[in-house]
T-cell receptor, first 114, second 115 residues
Framework: NAGVTQTPKFRVLKTGQSMTLLCAQD?????MYWYRQDPGMGLRLIHY???????AKGEVPDGYNVSRLKKQNFLLGLESAAPSQTSVYFC?????????????FGDGTRLSIL | AQSVTQLGSHVSVSEGALVLLRCNYS??????LFWYVQYPNQGLQLLLK??????LVKGINGFEAEFKKSETSFHLTKPSAHMSDAAEYFC?????????????FGKGTMLLVSP
């Protein structure tokens, strides 16, 4: 079982460059999420999606865009990377229904912006 | 708005000692509560969750947590620490009034286990 797969695992960008992080899940989950993890900050929600074609802003959405064109994929884009976006990015997915559904996480993408 | 406070960014114990990781939440309505564990260079794994069926919740790897409404707490315990328990632990809450689980995480507690 692959679960939640994130691509790439590591990336170094220069300030102003753009890139897209890909998240794919094979569990037929309806909901998907993007978080960033910074030392001493825990995980903070960037954007999430409750179904194909839908997206919503989380706690820290500025500087990021997302798309959910297919149920199994959730893309996170950085249009013009900034050093403040250096972080570890995690994708997660969960079943729909109630708020007690646990989230399943990928192994993360480590992104450095120089 | 909900929030989670984890007391202590680092907790050190000896192998075989009791593990106690503290989590307090702030919410107008008792939320759903979760504990996740993160091993180095990996994603988060669910340890256990509280959904109001029972106040004492048992999870994987011998961990358990007790929901105490009067103390707004959900502390994680394990009777005897193993070296393999060394990891970072996150407490998280979800608003039960919502139809989907947008989690709010604490800042995490790093558990260090010495031989």
């Amino acid at each position: 079982n692959a679960g939640v797969t994130q691509t790439p695992k590591f990336r170094v960008l220069k300030t102003g460059q753009s890139m897209t992080l890909l998240c794919a899940q094979d569990m037929n989950h309806e909901y998907m999420y993007w978080y960033r993890q910074d030392p001493g900050m825990g995980l903070r929600l960037i954007h999430y999606s409750v179904g194909e074609g839908t997206t919503a802003k989380g706690e820290v959405p500025d500087g990021y865009n997302v798309s959910r064109l297919k149920k199994q994929n959730f893309l996170l884009g950085l249009e013009s990377a900034a050093p403040s976006q250096t972080s570890v990015y995690f994708c997660a997915s969960s079943y729909p229904g109630t708020a007690n559904q646990p989230q399943h996480f990928g192994d993360g993408t480590r992104l450095s912006i120089l | 708005a909900q929030s989670v406070t984890q007391l202590g960014s680092h907790v050190s114990v000896s192998e075989g000692a009791l593990v106690l990781l503290r989590c307090n939440y702030s919410s107008s309505v008792p939320p759903y509560l979760f504990w996740y564990v993160q091993y180095p260079n990996q994603g988060l794994q669910l340890l256990l969750k509280y959904t109001s069926a029972a106040t004492l919740v048992k999870g994987i790897n011998g961990f358990e947590a007790e929901f105490k409404k009067s103390e707004t707490s959900f502390h994680l315990t394990k009777p005897s620490a193993h070296m393999s328990d060394a990891a970072e632990y996150f407490c998280a809450v979800s608003d039960r009034r919502s139809g989907y689980s947008t989690l709010t995480f604490g800042k995490g507690t790093m558990l260090l286990v010495s031989p």
